[in-house]
Every structure is written in structure tokens, then in C-alpha cells.
């Protein structure tokens, strides 16, 4: 069935039940997986009477959201490990988390995605998108929802 599963997560509650679920299914399938965190990029032009960052400010940011990036996925690799499946761990700095998703599945040769919704529907939905549902729609792989 299958044997490489991306494990993206932000390192939310829902998330890290969904790598819990993931690192599950891979052991029962003998498969491997890949964790993947999407960072967000800085944005260096502040709104307010045309304020821009300081370069070393935007570095600093950076620098810091890799650093938590980096602990969300040696979680993973951890969990993995003691459940003893194979792990990768892959940050990357996407346009949109959506599409570093579905880019680092192919890029890693991944045959499934499994990945959290956090179940915002209506309003919340239309306003802040829905990651999932964008990799649902972009994704040529299946993907799995955990809820």
C-alpha cells in the first residue's frame, strides 16, 4: 500500500495527534516518513506609515522560526524513532504552507500526505482558507484528513 508518508505539521495539538497517527500507520505498513515544517516568510514592509524592517530584524525572525521549526520536527523524528520508523525531517520556506506541502511530496517522493484539519469550517474557512483543503485540491498523491 503505502510506503513514504509526508507528516506535515505546525506543531499544533491536532497536528501532533496527526503525526501520532501517521507514525502509527507507517509502522503497521512498514513505511517510512517524511516531516515537514512550512515556514512562514517575513515580510519586511510594515503597515504603518511605511515602516520597513531592518534587515538584521528579519534575520532574527527567521532565525528564530527555524529554530522552533527545527524542535516541532525532531519531536517527530523522536516519535518516530521509539516507534521505530524510518524519519526525514524537512523545513522549507514556501510561498504558502499549502504549497510546500505539496511540493516537498513529490520532491521527496512521498505516495500519501496525512495530514490535521483544524475542522475550521464556515466563516473561519472562507476568511483564513483551509490549508487541507487547498492540498486536497492541488495534491496529485492521496491525502489522508486526520480529524
Known sequence: MFKHILLPTDGSRVARKAVKAGISLAKELGAKV???????????????????????????????????????????????RDAGVRCETVITTPATPYQGIVAAAKRQKCDVILMASHGRGGIGSLLLGSVTQKVLAQSKIPVLVYR
Open 34 to 80: 517524511t516531516a515537514y515544517h512550512a515556514l512562514e516568510a517575513v515580510n519586511p514592509y510594515m503597515y504603518a506609515d511605511g515602516y520597513i524592517l531592518r534587515p538584521g530584524v528579519i534575520k532574527e525572525f527567521e532565525a528564530r522560526a527555524r529554530e522552533q521549526g527545527a524542535k516541532v520536527l525532531a519531536q517527530v523524528q523522536k516519535a518516530a
